[in-house]
């Protein structure tokens, strides 16, 4: 096995560990009672980047999760009543997401704590690191999307 090979399956490995760590972190620093950590870092995210809403499609391009995937998770929490449709007029298939009353309540909580979760995973990297860990896991969502999207042609 070459250097490069075992440094590989290493990177795999730690990104694995990592995201491990980053959902056991995101249940005890974000659960509620009826809320999983995902699901309340997911309005968070709904919170900071879409308050006046937005499509199943765009938030699947942004976040990289499937349709199907998506869609259970805006189901639930719909059910738990911090998500609401509004239908497009125009296309009735096309249901705009929206916070609802009890999310935009319990928002501020939601952003706070997400702050400090945040701020303590971050917290061993300077300020240039951070940014560059960005741009590389972002090249590399890419890389699988595209990997992906060529898979589903071939089919």
Known sequence: MTAEK??????????K????????????????KNL???QV????YILRHHPLGTYITELCR??????????VLVKK???????CFRENPGDVRKKMILPTEK?????????RQAERLETEICGALEPGETQRLWE??????????????RQEDKK
């Open 41 to 44: 870092y997911f309005l968070v």
């Open 36 to 38: 999983s950590g995902t």
């Open 62 to 71: 942004e976040v990289g999760i499937s349709k199907a995937t998506l869609s």
């Open 136 to 149: 590389l896991e972002n090249k590399i969502l890419t890389g699988l999307s595209e990997t992906e999207k």
């Open 103 to 111: 999310l935009n309540e319990e928002g501020a909580e939601f952003l």
């Open 6 to 15: 075992f440094r590989k399956d290493e990177m795999v490995f730690l990104m």
């Open 77 to 83: 929490l719909r059910e738990k009543g911090y998500l």
């Open 17 to 32: 560990k990592i995201n491990i760590d980053l959902e056991i972190r995101l249940e005890k620093a974000l659960r509620r």
